[in-house]
T-cell receptor, first 112, second 114 residues
């Protein structure tokens, strides 16, 4: 089945450690996105990529890094520089930037 | 970053009642999307709107793209318990680059009294 897969669903890390969240899609979409969701807030854009080997910062990119080496994959690294990393992270993709976006199931990251 | 004004923030309704929620923006949009999110899951696309004045239905859900292009509403008719969740609106302006990305409202949390 076509879709977007995020893994793992739950992730625990110690403070000061980097952690990488996986996002894979088999929809042949060009554009991919990472959002952060905190309780009572809307989705905030971390990074986005419109094409392989290219990505742009979103509204809250500080403390995060991404890569887009393959069309299907857009991993997000939460670095130790991110001051408040505990959150629900959502990956999305769309055919092009101006078409509807479809989301993965999310990864809940807890840093202790 | 810019955010949409989505209202109400939350609502309790009796099963069988109709529900209405809306989003407004200070900017003109050329796309409005409505999503539903269940606890611990990713948002699921319900309805996509691309033209001012467009009225689109998906089962018991109906959404409209406002004539001014600065607002949209979502109606749910005859609500049932599985309608519980958080509903998000999202809009996109007619620009490229970072301004061509979706902007999300803060959500409307729907709870249904059994």
């Amino acid at each position: 089945d076509g879709g977007i897969t995020q893994s793992p669903k739950y992730l625990f890390r110690k403070e000061g450690q980097n952690v990488t969240l996986s996002c894979e899609q088999n929809l042949n979409h060009d554009a991919m996105y990472w959002y952060r969701q905190d309780p009572g807030q809307g989705l905030r854009l971390i990074y986005y990529s419109q094409i392989v080997n290219d990505f742009q910062k979103g509204d809250i990119a500080e403390g995060y890094s991404v890569s887009r080496e393959k069309k299907e994959s857009f991993p997000l690294t939460v670095t130790s520089a991110q001051k408040n990393p505990t959150a629900f992270y959502l990956c999305a993709s769309s055919m092009y930037q101006n078409t509807e976006a479809f989301f993965g199931q999310g990864t809940r990251l807890t840093v202790v | 970053g810019q955010q949409l004004n989505q209202s109400p923030q939350s609502m309790f309704i009796q099963e069988g009642e109709d529900v209405s929620m809306n989003c407004t923006s200070s900017s003109i949009f050329n796309t409005w999307l409505w999503y539903k999110q269940d606890p611990g899951e990713g948002p699921v696309l319900l309805i996509a709107l691309y033209k001012a004045g467009e009225l689109t239905s998906n089962g018991r859900l109906t959404a409209q793209f406002g004539i001014t292009r600065k607002d949209s509403f979502l109606n749910i008719s005859a609500s049932i318990p599985s309608d519980v969740g958080i509903y998000f609106c999202a809009g996109r302006g007619n620009y490229g680059g970072s301004q061509g990305n979706l902007i999300f409202g803060k959500g409307t949390k729907l709870s249904v009294k059994p």
